[in-house]
């Protein structure tokens, strides 16, 4: 599966937000562009539709009534990888670092613009075709440091022979340092290679992932074994 511009097969974006205004604007921009578009005014029909439709990428929006995007995004995330791209208000940067933690893979400042939207939806259906889809394999290979491993061919890290869950955010993170053990990667080059665009003011996006991706495989995610930060300069994988 590809980019519209580039194929006739088309991507389905689900596009969560109580404000109708809104979701007809972005319905506007990513029809035009060639995607398939399905909404939902909050969290709970928002959950409903990834079950029964599947889209391949998910717009949610955090303040909404009853079910927010932050309690749909922890739901979600319990059995399915879909990319979620988090929108949030200027004012409420707590919660965009809180939409990186409960699973979103990137956040999206209100108000923003068509191009930015349109750059940021390309680059997580891309990365989520080439890294994290469970619906197709890369290669076979496997990448062992010590009692962890990652499996490309499922796309899971092997932990102590037990398959973990991860994004696909996780799995590009994961695949770069452990390629390259020992080599020390700054926070703007992991998101230059992981999220496929310019990296600018990137180091607290990269932090929360690493921190997610410790809590599912470091015994004590606090005095990590393997996946450890190099004060100043960024992460490394030993």
């Given amino acids: 599966m590809g980019i519209p511009t580039d194929t006739a097969e088309t991507y389905t974006v689900l596009v969560v937000d109580d404000d109708p205004n809104i979701v007809n604007i ?3 921009d990513l029809e035009q562009t060639g995607y398939r578009v399905v909404s939902a005014g909050d969290g709970e ?3 409903a539709l990834v079950t029964s439709v599947h889209p391949d990428l998910v717009i949610m929006d955090i303040m909404m009534p009853g079910t927010n995007g932050l309690m749909a995004t922890m739901k979600i995330r319990e059995d399915n ?16 670092v809180l939409g990186l933690e409960v699973g979103a893979d990137d956040y999206l400042v209100k108000p923003f613009y068509k191009q930015e939207l349109l750059a940021r939806v390309k680059a997580l ?3 989520y075709d080439k890294l994290g889809s469970i619906r197709e394999s890369v290669s076979d290979d496997m990448i062992r440091v010590g009692d962890i491993v990652l499996d490309r061919l499922k796309k899971q890290l092997l932990v102590r022979g037990e398959y973990v869950h991860l994004t696909a955010t996780e799995y590009g993170i994961l695949n770069v340092l452990m390629s390259n053990p020992g080599r020390v990667y700054s926070a703007e080059d992991i998101y230059s290679r992981v999220w496929d ?3 600018f003011s990137v180091e607290n996006t990269v932090m929360v992932h690493i921190r997610r991706i410790r809590e599912k495989f470091e015994i004590n995610p606090k005095k ?11 992460y490394v994988f030993e």
């Fill in 125 to 127: 259906l891309r990365r």
């Fill in 45 to 47: 029909a928002a959950c």
């Fill in 224 to 234: 990590p074994e393997h996946l450890k930060v190099v004060w100043g300069i960024g």
């Fill in 26 to 28: 972005i319905r506007t």
């Fill in 81 to 96: 990888n879909v990319p979620i791209l988090m929108l949030s208000a200027k004012a409420e940067g707590s919660d965009r």
């Fill in 197 to 199: 665009c310019e990296s």
